[in-house]
């Protein structure tokens, strides 16, 4: 039997919120160069991928999840959500701070700040025609990070005025004690 053939992959740390807000942190596995040459995997690349599992490694243990179970995927690069660079790119893009609502997460957990970055069109584009024709993970510039939000958990997407980065919401005292204790 011949020995199998290994592609090297470079580990990217995650955050995944599953349906009921279960949460697993770990690192997908992408490779550093599409077989076509566009470049490196991203994260959204495996989400919209049609196989219906995502493996998921902590260490040596690894666990597969459902992506149709995924309501949102936290990234730390903006590359990873298939976007070009950190910042909108000048009279390209624009950023809309929007306050999402989304199902079956529990209701401390259930609305998430952030923006989303909408092109700049001469005859104008409104959030409405944008989230329409969003792809099935919509990516969602958080203060730290970005998040990968499933489109089809969306209940309401709301517009808020104010400063281009909304702020995520802040954790109380209480949540914020217990994410320290789960990731000890």
């Avoid at 999402?100 to 069109?121: D, F, M, Y």
């Amino acid at each position: 039997m011949e020995p199998m053939l290994r592609v090297p992959k470079l580990p990217v740390t995650v955050e995944i919120t599953l349906e009921g807000g279960l949460r697993r942190r770990g690192a997908i596995h992408m490779l550093p160069m599409l077989a076509d040459g566009r470049g490196a995997e991203r994260v959204v690349d495996l989400l919209e991928s049609p196989e219906p599992f995502l493996p998921l490694t902590d260490g040596a243990a690894v666990t597969l999840l459902n992506k149709h179970r995924m309501v949102t995927v936290r990234v730390e690069s903006a590359r990873h959500v298939g976007l070009q660079s950190e910042t909108p790119l000048p009279g390209e893009e624009t950023e809309q701070p929007v306050l999402l609502t989304l199902a079956t997460l529990p209701a401390r957990e259930r609305q998430v700040h952030g923006s989303l970055r909408v092109p700049v069109l001469p005859t104008g584009r409104r959030l409405l025609d944008h989230v329409n024709q969003a792809p099935a993970f919509l990516p969602l510039r958080l203060t730290e990070g970005w998040l990968l939000v499933a489109t089809r958990y969306v209940v309401e997407c709301a517009p808020r005025d104010g400063h281009p980065t909304a702020r995520a919401p802040r954790p109380t005292r209480a949540q914020g004690a217990r994410a320290r204790r789960r990731a000890r």
